[in-house]
T-cell receptor
Framework: DGGITQSPKYLFRKEGQNVTLSCEQN?????MYWYRQDPGQGLRLIYY???????QKGDIAEGYSVSREKKESFPLTVTSAQKNPTAFYLC???????????FGPGTRLTVL | QQQVKQSPQSLIVQKGGIPIINCAYE??????FPWYQQFPGKGPALLIA?????SEKKEGRFTISFNKSAKQFSLHIMDSQPGDSATYFC????????????FGQGTTLQVKP
């Protein structure tokens, strides 16, 4: 069963804690992306990676970090420096010869 | 330059109606324009996409109209059904920009039975 998986589906964080969101894909896609979605707003790009061991900042990278050690995996860490982390986080991937991005089911992060 | 402006923010139609959602862009380097459908609590799913070399594309009940000179594109949903009630996002990307998608703000559609 091919696709993109994100875990956990719901995540609760206390202020001052770092948390890591998982994103895994078995589509053999080179490029992977992390977006943040807030109510009533479009998706905003946090980080993206076009190849293993390389990644670039998106429009709202402050307070976030990523790694890309394996082609299949692109975890996102929400650090304590992110002042307003409560949001719906979406991971996407794209194959090398297409423009289409495919999205995972999302992780809803809530700061308590 | 990098923005994609989407309207309306919300839309209510009766079953069988034809909702129309509009998007406008400024960056002439954009060369790929997808529409995504998102249900509450789910990830967006690609609905239909178009490139600037065509003015219209149909897939089932969904049609994209593209006006390159006006830098506008729109989504039409023919014979809309209550199951089409969702949030719709337009987006744009440029091949020269590593495929990053710039999203519109979204339109919440409600189709009444």
């Amino acid at each position: 069963d091919g696709g993109i998986t994100q875990s956990p589906k719901y995540l609760f964080r206390k202020e001052g804690q770092n948390v890591t969101l998982s994103c895994e894909q078995n589509l053999n896609h080179d490029a992977m992306y992390w977006y943040r979605q807030d109510p009533g707003q479009g998706l905003r790009l946090i980080y993206y990676s076009q190849i293993v061991n390389d990644f670039q900042k998106g429009d709202i990278a402050e307070g976030y970090s990523v790694s890309r050690e394996k082609k299949e995996s692109f975890p996102l860490t929400v650090t304590s420096a992110q002042k307003n982390p409560t949001a719906f986080y979406l991971c996407a991937s794209r194959g090398g010869y297409t423009d289409t991005q495919y999205f995972g089911p999302g992780t809803r992060l809530t700061v308590l | 330059q990098q923005q994609v402006k989407q309207s309306p923010q919300s839309l209510i139609v009766q079953k069988g109606g034809i909702p129309i959602i509009n998007c406008a862009y400024e960056n002439t380097a954009f060369d790929y324009f997808p529409w995504y459908q998102q249900f509450p609590g789910k990830g967006p799913a690609l609905l239909i996409a178009i490139r600037p070399d065509v003015s219209e594309k149909k897939e089932g009940r969904f049609t994209i109209s593209f006006n390159k000179s006006a830098k506008q594109f729109s989504l039409h949903i023919m014979d809309s059904q209550p199951g089409d009630s969702a949030t719709y996002f337009c987006a744009a990307s440029a091949a020269s920009n590593t495929g990053k998608l710039i999203f519109g703000q979204g339109t919440t559609l409600q189709v009444k039975p």
